[in-house]
């Protein structure tokens, strides 16, 4: 016999990535919708229990296990806080988190205590990939040049990327000579050995494309990643939240769950 369902509610149900959630979940036996949070008006395809306030649909609902959440960082602050409030587990891909007034990050370390609670800027199996490769270049390739480029589609809020930003990370943790993160170039501006350069494109319908280039000693390694379509990081999710739902309370990565 197979083993239940994981039961979520998917918050930002009516946004491009609650959609896809919602779609994405259909289709398996792992997950199942219970219920859909949406602040803005809208359609949600899920058969499921649809409000306008997470703290009312868990107070409604039994044996949810998991929040999947891809909203805004104002709202990641918030609905992490109900979650703990009501012991259930916390999967979020929101980006822009960083610096940001609401403390998502803090946030997220606070409902840490009492629930697990997994934030990945980016949930394609592709991108974790990607990471390693881009460690390894950037060990392996003292002093080249490193410039790390992404395109989105024109509806996205934040920039640079969350992705970006975590890729700027992992090529600084090989690469501690790299201390000025060079956010785009104008003017004259001559490039400085201890520059890593970020770069943001908008454009048309993209879903979500990355770059970082190594340039130096008469040669450039060229590391990128394309996703298809919303699907790639819907499933990530989704395989988070099954792998997490049942965890002690902590702060999980998404690499880590890969590996399991
Ligand atoms: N980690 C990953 O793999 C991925 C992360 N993302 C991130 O997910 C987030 C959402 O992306 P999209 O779905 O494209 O955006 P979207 O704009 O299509 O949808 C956002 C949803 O959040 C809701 N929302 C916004 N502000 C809110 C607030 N203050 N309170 C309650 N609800 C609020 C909106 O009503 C909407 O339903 C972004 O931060 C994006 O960067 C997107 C794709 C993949
Ligand atoms: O907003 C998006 O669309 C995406 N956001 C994430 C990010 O900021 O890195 C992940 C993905 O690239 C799509």
Request: net charge negative; charged share 25%; hydrophobic share 40%.
């Amino acid at each position: 016999m197979s083993a239940s369902p994981t039961r979520i509610v998917v918050t930002g149900a009516t946004g491009r990535m609650g959609e896809e959630l919602i779609d994405a979940a259909g289709d398996r036996s792992d997950v199942l919708v219970t219920a859909a949070v949406s602040r803005t008006p809208g359609s949600v395809t899920a058969e499921a229990a649809v409000g306008t306030h997470l703290a009312a649909i868990l107070a409604d609902e039994d044996d949810v296990d998991a929040v999947v959440d891809f909203t805004a960082p104002e709202a990641t602050a918030e609905y992490a806080e109900i979650a703990a409030e009501h012991g259930v587990a916390f999967v979020t891909g929101t980006t822009g988190l960083e610096d940001h007034d609401a403390d998502p990050l803090g946030a997220l370390d606070a409902a840490s205590e009492s629930i697990p609670v997994l934030h990945a800027s980016n949930f394609s199996r592709g991108i974790a990939a990607l990471r390693g490769a881009v460690r390894e270049a950037a060990a392996s390739l003292p002093g080249y040049d490193v410039e790390v480029t992404e395109t989105h589609h024109n509806g996205k809020r934040d920039a640079p990327s969350g992705t970006a930003l975590t890729l700027v990370e992992d090529v600084e943790a090989e690469r501690p000579d790299l201390t000025d993160r060079q956010y785009g170039r104008e003017g004259e501006q001559p490039r400085e050995t201890d520059e890593i350069g970020v770069h943001a494109r908008r454009a048309g319908d993209v879903t979500g494309e990355h770059e970082v280039l190594f340039a130096g000693n008469r040669e450039t390694v060229s590391l990128s990643h394309s996703a298809g379509d919303r699907g790639v990081f819907a499933e990530g999710a989704l395989d988070a939240a099954v792998a997490v739902a049942d965890r002690e309370p902590g702060r999980y990565e998404f690499a880590e769950l890969l590996q399991d």
